[in-house]
């Protein structure tokens, strides 16, 4: 008798042990949280752009380089990892825009008739290569072409909240890389 008591405890127990279980488990089912590493798509992007770096500063001098951090975040998050239409179908990794109409470029779809249109390149590391070289040598970049700097990366969004997006993902690059 005594153990069949004993069993019904621990059978009680084991219960409502699963029940809060449950309960746990359906919290996070309704409200879902970020995820705690990249995912697969995003790992690839970045070992890509990470290629296409490696490839450009074996040819280029050392006082060129940018650090890998700043350039993959800046193509994670103007591109998504990729993903956006400007990406998959252009290359186009950092929203470069062209008003020269007669290079190739995408245009705009929430613009009507846009003056402008974001620059389309031949292969994956076009877009990566242009933006090192533009961060290098255009006058609007030249106080970041000195530094190297997120702190002066001021000129190349209009977001004015782009560089602490830049430094938050390099943060959570590092971060999930672990994970």
């Known amino acids: 008798m005594k153990t069949l008591k004993n069993l019904k405890l621990i059978l009680n127990g084991l219960l409502k042990f699963t029940k809060k279980k ?5 919290f996070f089912l309704l409200f879902p949280f970020q995820s ?3 995912d697969k798509q995003e ?5 890509q752009i990470d290629y296409c770096l490696t490839v450009l500063y074996n040819r280029i001098d050392e006082e060129r380089h940018i650090s890998k951090d700043i350039i993959i975040a800046m193509a994670t998050i103007e591109s998504d990892y990729g993903r956006s239409r400007f990406a998959v179908q252009g290359y186009n990794f950092f929203g470069i825009r062209t008003f020269d109409l007669t290079k190739p470029h995408i245009k705009p779809k929430a613009i009507s008739n846009p003056k402008f249109g ?17 961060l290098n040598e255009h006058p609007a970049h030249e106080e970041f072409a000195r530094t190297k700097n997120v702190n002066d ?12 997006k830049i430094r938050s993902r ?5 971060e999930k890389s672990h994970n």
């Open 22 to 26: 449950s309960s746990i488990l359906l």
């Open 36 to 38: 705690f590493a990249l």
């Open 43 to 47: 790992h690839k992007f970045i070992r």
């Open 118 to 134: 974001v620059r389309k390149f031949n292969n994956f590391c076009g877009s990566v290569a242009y933006t090192i070289w533009t």
């Open 153 to 164: 990366l001021y000129n190349w969004a209009t977001d004015p909240d782009y560089r602490n």
């Open 170 to 174: 390099i943060k959570i690059h590092l």
